[in-house]
Nanobody, 119 residues
Framework: QVQLVESGGGLVQAGGSLRLSCAAS????????MGWYRQAPGKQRELVAR???????DYADSVKGRFTISRDNGENTAYLQMSSLKPEDTAVYYC?????????????WGQGTQVTVSS
C-alpha cells in the first residue's frame, strides 16, 4: 500500500515563505502524476500546482509567480516552494499522487499540512 506524508506547514507572516514536502512510500510501480491541493475552511478543495503524467506543470492562477513545484531525482518526493505568502493562502495543503501501472493506477491523498499566513 502507498502512503503520502506531507510536512513543512506552519505559521508565517504575510510576505514570508514556506517549503512543503510530500514523500511517497510503499509499493510504487510508478508515479504518473503528483501535485498539491488546498482547502480552506468552508471552501472546496482546489488545485494549487501539479506535475502531469506528461511531465508538464500546472498552476492555479492565484499562485503563479509565487509558488513553485519541484521533485527529487527519484521522483518519490514532491516539494512546493511558497513565496510572497498572503493571508488568503491559509489552508490545509494536501499532496496528491496517481500511482501504478497504466490502466490500473490508483489515486492517493496525504493527511494534509496546515499553512497559516498572518497579516
Amino acid at each position: 500500500q502507498v502512503q503520502l506524508v506531507e510536512s513543512g506547514g506552519g505559521l508565517v507572516q504575510a510576505g514570508g515563505s514556506l517549503r512543503l514536502s510530500c514523500a511517497a512510500s510503499g509499493t510504487i510501480f510508478s508515479i504518473n502524476a503528483m501535485g498539491w491541493y488546498r482547502q480552506a475552511p468552508g471552501k472546496q478543495r482546489e488545485l494549487v500546482a501539479r506535475f502531469t503524467s506528461g511531465g508538464n506543470t500546472d498552476y492555479a492562477d492565484s499562485v503563479k509567480g509565487r509558488f513553485t513545484i519541484s521533485r527529487d531525482n527519484g521522483e518519490n518526493t514532491a516539494y512546493l516552494q511558497m513565496s510572497s505568502l498572503k493571508p488568503e493562502d491559509t489552508a490545509v495543503y494536501y499532496c496528491n499522487a496517481r500511482i501504478g501501472p497504466p490502466i490500473f493506477e490508483r489515486e492517493y491523498w496525504g493527511q494534509g499540512t496546515q499553512v497559516t499566513v498572518s497579516s
